[in-house]
């Protein structure tokens, strides 16, 4: 019985430490993916990351099952792993389901007796209404604050319920939305357009917030259509020209 007792905490502390290390390593490979490193079809085996990534098989394995069940990659038996390909149907009606969640957030968010400008909204104004030579020019960084500005509107919204499932949704989908900020028009007019959508709410002017922001998220949708494989090794050489300067 002591000798439970005593092997016992061990145990719990070296599955927690296993357990950090995986939640690191699943981070890591997820950023591959977002970053381009990893394309969608792309295969590669257990040893390729553990030789690059430094870590044992235990926490690797962990990760990967985690982001086999997110849906980013699939298990192929006797030849490792492979990056889930673009299934476009998927993305779509992730997109539909995004459109309602935002739509139903923004109604909420209007209705309100009371807006705080100061608050989520304030913040939102710092970053988009700016003039157009204050506008940030790497696609990148303004693909990231897109994704920031649609879940803080979920939020502003006040249920934690539908923002929680619209990260989710927004996770599933960032890949795709990483892709539409590799053009260079897509930058002004996602500042035009967020503009738009900050002033109309503002405003309380609900239907033209409901219209500007279907079509806003509408034309992201149309641009998916577009993404070929060779904007996706387009993509990959950008990250890795990026990478390289950072060095």
Known sequence: MRAAVQIGP?????????????????????????????LPGDHFT???LVARLGVSRTPLRLALARLQRDGFLIARPRSGWQVHPIDFERFEALYDVRIVLELAAVDRLVSREALDPSGILGALQDVWLV??????????LVG??????????????????MAAIHREVTEKIRIIRRLDFTQGFRV????????AILRAILARRGTDVRQMLRAHIE???AEVRKITLHRLYEARGTAGARDGVRG
């Open 219 to 221: 034309l992201s949708k």
């Open 131 to 140: 003039p157009d030579d204050q506008r940030i020019r790497d696609g990148r």
């Open 46 to 48: 257990e040893a390729d």
């Open 144 to 161: 990231q604050l897109d994704e920031a500005f649609h879940c803080a509107l979920v939020a502003a919204a006040g249920n934690p319920e």
């Open 10 to 38: 061990a145990l719990s502390q070296v599955q927690t430490a296993s357990a950090t290390l995986a939640d690191v390593v699943y981070e890591r490979i997820k950023e591959d993916l977002f970053e381009f490193r990893l």
């Open 188 to 195: 002004d007019a996602t500042y035009d357009e967020h503009a």
